[in-house]
């Protein structure tokens, strides 16, 4: 079965860019990213309890392979097959080492000094202007997916929105403009909960300096809501990524 099938199979589409959730105008860096994001979800170590993980795993490093190689990107994009005989997807190779070469794990400190220049940035602003159309104005889910983000930056990022709304930038979502102030006080509820939770936890294991405090709470915010932690970390780790990946050798026919 050819990589197209089994991305259909796996994926529900033979489209490689859709099974990145992306459009074929993608920029190189735009499907390394998505690339990332992706992959994350299906990596072997955190989805054990998908039996079919590793195949996902697999078939996306080889979709990646395809459209990080101009050649093969080229062909797919012109003619919508794939090169299955070229070397890119013949060689015999260990993708999850591929994966691990691409993007190498981030630490504490890149965590950090990430947020130090992130946070009030126009860089910041994009991305929180994108979880509001994203969401529809849903704080909830803006504060639960936004980087480097705690209760205590609500206030700027409503600020950020609400200046974009008055210029003419986005629409006037009923879900920011007439959030209710139930849900704003469950909000704040929950997160002093997890904050208290992730101190327990700290204390518990003698942690008590910073880096091992932010350890901590990220542990927490994993437990508590997995899938915006896997995000989060997905986010940073594709931003301290290697720029330069892997050049595979080229290959020859093309086959549906």
């Known amino acids: ?50 039996p079919l993980a590793t195949e996902k795993f697999q078939v996306l490093g080889k979709l990646y392979a395809v459209l990080s190689d101009k050649e093969q990107k080229a062909i797919y994009d012109e003619q919508g097959v794939v090169d299955e005989e070229s070397d890119v997807l013949k060689q015999d190779r260990c993708w999850e080492d591929y994966w691990r070469l691409l ?6 400190q890149d965590i950090l000094e990430f947020e130090k220049t992130y946070k009030g940035s126009d ?23 936004a980087l480097c983000c705690s209760q205590e930056d609500e206030p700027r990022l409503r600020s950020m929105i609400q200046d974009a709304i008055d210029n003419g930038e986005v629409t006037a979502f009923p879900a920011f403009t007439h959030e ?3 849900k704003k006080r469950a909000r704040r509820k929950r997160a002093d909960r997890e904050r208290q939770e992730a101190e327990e936890m700290q204390k518990k294991m003698g942690l008590d300096d910073q880096d091992d405090s932010l350890v901590m709470m990220l542990k927490q915010r994993q437990q508590s809501r997995e899938q915006n932690f896997n995000s989060f970390l997905s986010d940073l780790e594709a931003k301290y990524s290697k720029k ?13």
Request: glycine share 4%; with cysteine.
């Open 1 to 50: 079965m050819g990589l197209l099938e089994r991305c259909q199979e796996l994926f529900k589409t033979s489209n490689l860019y859709e099974v990145l959730g992306i459009n074929k105008e993608a920029t190189e860096a735009e499907i390394r990213r998505s690339y990332y994001k992706v992959s994350l979800k299906v990596h072997p170590d955190r989805a054990p309890d998908d």
């Open 103 to 108: 993007f190498p794990k981030i630490t504490v």
């Open 123 to 145: 860089e910041e602003r994009q991305d929180v202007i994108k979880l509001y159309l994203q969401h529809e104005g849903d704080m909830d889910a803006i504060t639960a997916s």
């Open 180 to 182: 209710t102030e139930k």
């Open 244 to 256: 330069s990946a892997p050049k595979p050798q080229k290959g020859k026919k093309a086959k549906k």
